[in-house]
Each structure stands twice: as C-alpha cells, then as structure tokens.
C-alpha cells in the first residue's frame, strides 16, 4: 500500500433531538464494525464528544479513494444516513 495514495476522513455525525443513543448504536454495533471489515479500511475510530453527547466523530484512513467509493455503495453507509 503506498502511502501517497492514502486518503484520510474525519466526519462528524449529530443525533437528531432524542435519537443519541439510536445513532450511538446504530454506529457502534453496525457501521463501525462492518466498515473495518472492508478490505481497504486501515483506521476507523469512532469519538463522542463527552461535553455534548450525541456528536459524534470518526477518523477513517482508507487505501485509496476506490476503497472510499466501495464504502459508500455499501448499505451500511445508506442505513447510517437514514440513523
């Protein structure tokens, strides 16, 4: 893996009003788990912000941008962007 070819995602994921720990579960049980499972994803850690529960932030290093592509067609990114 060439390091130049590296691509790094820091998102931020809010809970809707009410919905904390809906999303927490939905990333902790589903979409963190299954995204590490993914040939191409080296890092992805998952962070609640201890001040204002419900924000969250992921650190994701990937392979490649066709590593970053195949995630975003997976149904387990579709199912966290509906969370």
């Known amino acids: 893996m060439a390091i130049e070819n590296e691509v790094v ?9 009410g919905k904390r720990e809906e ?8 979409f963190v788990p299954k995204s590490l499972a993914e040939e191409g ?6 962070h609640e912000n ?9 650190y ?3 392979r490649d941008q066709a590593a970053i592509d195949f ?5 387990h990114f579709a199912r966290i962007k509906e969370t």
């Open 41 to 46: 994803v080296s890092v992805f850690r998952l």
């Open 9 to 17: 995602i820091i998102a931020e994921a809010v809970a809707l009003p």
């Open 60 to 62: 994701e290093r990937f």
């Open 50 to 58: 201890r001040d204002n529960p419900g924000h969250f932030v992921l």
């Open 23 to 30: 999303l927490r579960r939905a990333l902790v049980e589903d």
């Open 71 to 75: 995630l975003f067609a997976e149904e």
